[in-house]
């Protein structure tokens, strides 16, 4: 009745009637997404404002941003903290991507025998639990235990191993192995679906006019990809800046020796529930997570508007 | 049949209603702790024989994982559902819980007399006015070594830190066991089974300990600088890839008879019990020379408390009147070897090694780990930054000097000791 009488008076124009099923539609999606995601979202950052003096959180502004930045120790921590998860970051755009890429060439040559188990067996890592991940590679890596050194010993290397886990030089390069290893499964099926995607006619063209083997990779099978690797970037960029499960499982919350491994989730973890003796501070925690979040976002849009809208895509 | 169960219900509640008007004690505990470990002895040891003294008296044991009771009960005791006993953590997870007035003062209970001093520190506000837990166990550092492997090398167990270097290179030029099982890549072994196990020895126990929260004493003077210096020392005689080896790793090595010494806390105890298939000793972290006064680290690790919020405060109070009876305390020492009661009245234990980490109160003095009392309270936490620090010293990665430097500039960060 209401409706009609609005449609009265507004629509000169005869407008069309609302269309309540948009918003019915996408009810449940917004409601569900701004109950778990929004909400604790706006409260975490709501939450870095405050600081709780016995017992009652008072308001004091960009408080904890300078404690952040501003304080020798903590500064030192975060900075350490940024500094380890941006090379864990490199590391894996550099060995994991790649190494996705090359294995998804691979694996869409038409004659290869047994794709199918490769395809299985490189991604199954991905669907393990990172508890699982993290204790099989500490039994492989372990000096005392471990199948490494005796793996090394056979083809005389032994010379090479060292307990990498322990090193404060090595333990970072060793997790984003462990990771890469992991995850090489996701960019892999990724850019193998982008290839599968690659109509025929366009290989037969090229191949007429003469671009085959390595040279059709590079001039037509990339170009063609690159907005998956793109989207795989962006995935293992806040994948790695959100990351802290697998440097828990392997290194502890302390995230040895001497913080070589500790990331921006790993201090997050610290901050905000404590460790030990070590008290959780819910403002502190909820300032290191804004940061992050902060640099998460600047990520995505740099990539968003800096590099997304520029790609140049092909339609078929 | 409704009438039945709603006569019998209705009748039910009257009577239980009059019965604890006629006995203010009939009433049922529940227990919160995080010793998910110790449940079946508290089922079968403990708690019947505190009923059959206490027929009124119902006790309901309800432990959960060690890593999630902190952040567990800080939500019960909030919302007001927590059990009406409470095990308490040492020190400020503890004192936080009594300052917020969820546990309630419990100094004037019976039988707190039975403790000393040191043992109520960790349940005691600062000033030592207010006690709110009841002390129920410590465990003490020392060192466990393989008796068949020392016999077999004829080694006795060292008593001056000469002596200790001499039977570890005796066990490293032999060559049969690693001298020494410890690793550091859980980081907590080197603070915990490394500095804070020979430390007492250095910074004279609680006279150190005291200085150092008053401010007379720095992390950076000799006594405090010198265990790091003497754990420096034991790299050597560690394992191969000692920086990644982890703590299981270290039960394993020693408990498979890999390894000779493994410096320990007690609580390690009842597991070596079963695991190891060789005879075990114990000799207490070595003194400079024979005779010296010696210093045990003796630390408080579990109490018992009341929630505030209790509905059978007289129930729960007769609770904890016995638990720091000696009648508990034998039961407690004798179910867990390792865990030794702090009640001043010794205890009769029957397992020989728990016996003899305990004789060495008798001939030194108990300390606790320098760093739990009001020291790890800011941030930096110099309680994880020891652990680092120590890690870092047996690596290599600091000497003894950076990293006491370190521990004191962080904690010069935050603490300002009353002048």
């Known amino acids: ?316 | 049949m409704n009438r039945l169960i709603k006569s019998s219900l209705l009748a039910a509640t009257v009577l239980s209603g009059l019965a604890s008007v006629v006995h203010a004690e009939d009433a049922t505990l529940t227990i919160e702790s995080w010793r998910n470990d110790d449940l079946a002895i508290w089922k079968d040891k403990i708690i019947p024989a505190f009923e059959a003294k206490h027929p009124g008296i119902k006790i309901n044991f309800t432990p959960m994982a060690p890593t999630e009771y902190n952040a567990a009960l800080n939500a019960k005791l909030a919302s007001g559902t927590a059990g009406d006993l409470i095990s308490c953590r040492p020190f400020d997870a503890s004192l936080e819980l009594y300052n917020k007035g969820f546990l309630t003062d419990l100094t004037s209970l019976d039988g707190m007399g039975n403790f000393s001093p040191v043992a109520k520190s960790a349940w005691q506000t600062d000033d030592a006015k207010a006690t709110f837990c009841v002390p129920m166990a410590s465990v003490i550092h020392g060192f466990i070594y393989n008796k068949d492997a020392f016999d077999k090398l004829g080694l006795k167990a060292p008593k001056t830190q000469d002596e200790f270097y001499k039977v570890l290179d005796a066990i490293k030029k032999d060559g049969t066991y690693i001298p020494m099982a410890m690793g550091t890549k859980d980081l907590w072994e080197a603070a915990t089974m490394g500095y804070q196990n020979i430390g007492p020895n250095y910074w004279h126990g609680e006279d150190g300990r005291k200085a150092l929260i008053a401010g007379k004493e720095k992390l950076t003077d000799a006594q405090w600088v010198a265990p790091f210096k003497e754990i420096a020392k034991w790299k050597p005689y560690l394992g191969d890839g000692f920086e990644a080896q982890s703590y299981p790793d270290s039960q394993n090595l020693f408990t498979l008879g890999r390894a000779a010494i493994y410096p320990a806390g007690s609580w390690e105890i009842s597991g070596f019990n079963t695991q190891a298939q060789f005879k075990m000793g114990a000799f207490r972290p070595p003194v400079a020379k024979d005779g010296d006064a010696c210093y045990i680290s003796d630390h408080t690790d579990i109490g018992m408390g009341m929630n505030a919020k209790t509905k059978h405060p007289e129930a729960a109070k007769a609770f904890l009147a016995w638990v720091a009876s000696p009648e508990f305390a034998s039961i407690y020492a004798n179910a867990l070897p390792g865990f030794f009661s702090l009640n001043s009245t010794a205890v009769e234990m029957k397992d020989p090694l728990a016996q003899e980490f305990v004789s060495w109160r008798k001939d030194c003095k108990s300390t606790i780990r320098s760093t739990y009392q009001i020291l790890s309270r800011g941030t930096p936490n110099l309680e994880n930054e020891t652990w680092t620090e120590s890690a870092n010293v047996i690596n290599g990665t600091d000497t003894p000097e950076k990293a006491a430097e370190k521990l004191q500039k962080g904690l010069d960060g935050w603490y300002k000791p009353a002048k």
């Open chain 1, 1 to 316: 009745m209401q409706v009609e009488q609005m449609e009265s008076e507004v629509a000169i124009p005869r407008r069309q009637p609302i269309r309540w099923h948009i918003a019915v539609f996408l009810a449940p999606a917004v409601l569900v997404y701004t109950a778990i995601m929004i909400l604790p979202l706006g409260g975490t950052l709501f939450l870095s404002f405050y600081k709780e003096v016995q017992g009652t959180e008072i308001f004091v502004g960009f408080d904890n941003f300078r404690t952040l930045f501003g304080n020798e120790r903590w500064a030192a921590d975060f900075w350490n903290a940024l500094k380890n998860n941006v090379i864990f970051f490199i590391i894996h755009m550099l060995v994991q991507n790649p190494i996705g890429v090359a294995l998804a060439a691979l694996l869409s040559i038409p004659k290869l025998r047994f794709a199918g188990f490769y395809r299985t067996a490189i991604f199954l890592p991905t669907l393990l639990s990172f508890v699982i991940v993290g204790f099989i590679w500490k039994l492989i890596l372990s000096p005392i235990w471990g199948v490494t050194p005796y793996l090394l010993s056979l083809v005389d290397l032994k010379f090479l191993f060292a307990p990498w886990l322990g090193k404060p030089g090595s333990a970072l390069i060793a997790v984003s192995l462990i990771s890469v290893w992991q995850y090489v499964g996701i960019p892999m099926m990724l850019i193998y679906a982008a290839l599968l995607n690659i109509p025929d006619e366009v290989l037969e063209a090229a191949e007429c006019d003469g671009i085959t083997g390595w040279s059709q990779f590079w001039k037509i099978k990339l170009p063609l990809i690159l907005p998956s690797i793109g989207i795989i970037s962006i995935l293992t960029f806040v994948g790695n800046f959100n990351a802290f499960d697998l440097v828990y499982t392997v290194q502890g919350a302390l995230a040895g020796p001497d913080g070589s491994t500790d990331i921006l989730g790993t201090l997050l973890y610290r901050t905000f529930f404590g460790f030990q003796l070590q008290l959780g501070d819910r403002t502190m925690g909820a300032t290191i997570a804004t940061v992050m979040f902060l640099i998460i976002l600047a990520g995505v849009s740099l990539y968003l508007f800096g590099i997304q809208r520029r790609m140049r895509r092909y339609q078929f």
